[in-house]
C-alpha cells in the first residue's frame, strides 16, 4: 500500500503494515531501500520463564487496513511472540498525511488483555534508513 500526498511517499507492507520506504516527493529522496529488518513496531513482554521476555512484532500478526481522509488505521487484534505464543494484545497505528503538512504523523495505541506487563515499545521500528549527507536533514526548504 502506497500513502501518498505532495510532500511525502510512504510504502506500507499491506499484510503487516511495516514500513517499506520512505520518500520526499518535493527532493526525489528516498531515505528507505532495504526493508530488511522492518517491522511497524515491536514489544518486549516479561514472563516468568524468559528474564529477557518475549518478543512480539508486526510481521508475526496480520493487520486489517483501513482509511478515512487523511487517516489510514492498521489494527493488529493478536500479538504472537517470535515463538508463536500467542498473547492477547491488540495494537492499532495510524498514519496521517495532511495535504497542507509536510510531516507524517504516526500514533500507535495498544489494549492488553494479557496477564503480561509490556516493558518496552519500539515504534516506529524502520530498517534500511540512510541519510545523504552532503544535503539538509529537513525536509522543508
Not at 109 to 115: A, D, I, K, Y
Amino acid at each position: 500500500m502506497i500513502l501518498k500526498d505532495a510532500f511525502l511517499e510512504i510504502e506500507l507492507d499491506d499484510g503487516n503494515g511495516s514500513i517499506l520506504s520512505l520518500t520526499d516527493r518535493k527532493r526525489g529522496v528516498t531515505y528507505m531501500d532495504d526493508a530488511r529488518g522492518c517491522a511497524l513496531y515491536r514489544l518486549v513482554v516479561p514472563d516468568n520463564e524468559k528474564w529477557l521476555g518475549q518478543f512480539a512484532d508486526s510481521t508475526a500478526a496480520s493487520c486489517e487496513i483501513s482509511s478515512s481522509g487523511y487517516d489510514t488505521c492498521m489494527r493488529f487484534a493478536k500479538q504472537r511472540t517470535d515463538e508463536g505464543r500467542e498473547l492477547d494484545i491488540s495494537v492499532t497505528v495510524k498514519v496521517t498525511l495532511r495535504p497542507d503538512c509536510d510531516e507524517a504523523f504516526l500514533s500507535f495505541r495498544v489494549e492488553n488483555n494479557s496477564p503480561f506487563v509490556i516493558d518496552e515499545v519500539w515504534f516506529p521500528q524502520i530498517g534500511g534508513l540512510h541519510v545523504d549527507r552532503r544535503r539538509p536533514p529537513c525536509l522543508t526548504q
